[in-house]
């Protein structure tokens, strides 16, 4: 089955840094590479996806780069804010009937 | 529109007692998730349900978990005879055929 290893497990930047998390899969067959962010008590949010038919995709500050080859995927975060302290977790999905497997998270922690 | 709902949002228990906690998707959207998550820990998948297809139980510990989704809507998850160790957040998520999840606020089980 898929196995998605993420890395690092915590994460300190000063506001205004970059912050670069990775993910890499297992099963070439994924397509499909989702980012949530979980607050302290709260629920995951989905924040950006991207799927193997592209390599790159953007949405504000937050941006996910994919490469196919090497199998793993990257999110990053410019001009990190306090707010942005949260765990991301990454995930790989075959689409359709498949379950996701899920990384482990990083806390990532902005200090003001 | 609405989100995913859960209830009952807590829930304690007293060991050996019997559990329901309910999950509301999303409208229209064909998969339904459930989660566990223990504190500071990541996402245990549980069970997973697609339209009419027979559920992916692959996820659930014991057999002592149970869940069943009616009409490809609501979604009741039980747990029989809880031991301390059910204790946790259960989340819920919902997504169309191929896309992100969206979860529920979760239900966080005690169980004394």
């Known amino acids: 089955g898929e196995n998605v290893e993420q890395h690092p497990s915590t994460l300190s930047v000063q506001e205004g840094d970059s912050a670069v998390i990775k993910c890499t899969y297992s099963?070439?067959?994924?397509?499909?590479f989702p980012w949530y962010k979980q607050e302290l008590g709260k629920r995951p949010q989905l924040i950006i996806d991207?799927?193997?038919?592209?390599g790159e995709k953007k949405d504000q500050r937050i941006a996910v780069t994919l490469n196919k080859t090497a199998k793993h995927f990257s999110l990053h975060i410019t001009e990190t804010q306090p707010e942005d302290s949260a765990v991301y977790f990454c995930a790989a999905s075959k689409g359709g009937s498949y379950i996701p497997t899920f990384g482990r998270g990083t806390s990532l922690i902005v200090h003001p | 529109g609405a989100g995913v709902s859960q209830s009952p949002s807590n829930k304690v228990t007293e060991k050996g007692k019997d559990v329901e906690l309910r999950c509301d998707p999303i409208?229209?959207?064909?998969?339904l998730y459930w989660y566990r998550q223990s504190l500071g820990q990541g996402l245990e998948f549980l069970i997973y349900?697609?339209?009419?297809?027979?559920?992916?139980k692959s996820g659930l510990p014991s057999d002592r978990f149970s869940a069943e989704r009616t009409g490809g809507s609501v979604s009741t998850l039980t747990i029989q005879r809880t031991q301390q160790e059910d204790s946790a957040v259960y989340l819920c998520?919902?997504?169309?055929?191929?896309?992100?999840?969206?979860f529920g606020p979760g239900t966080r089980l005690l169980v004394l």
């Open positions: 349900f697609q339209g009419n297809s027979a559920p992916d």
């Open positions: 991207i799927r193997s038919n592209v």
């Open positions: 099963d070439s067959a994924s397509n499909y």
């Open positions: 409208s229209g959207h064909t998969a």
């Open positions: 998520a919902s997504s169309f055929y191929s896309g992100g999840e969206y």
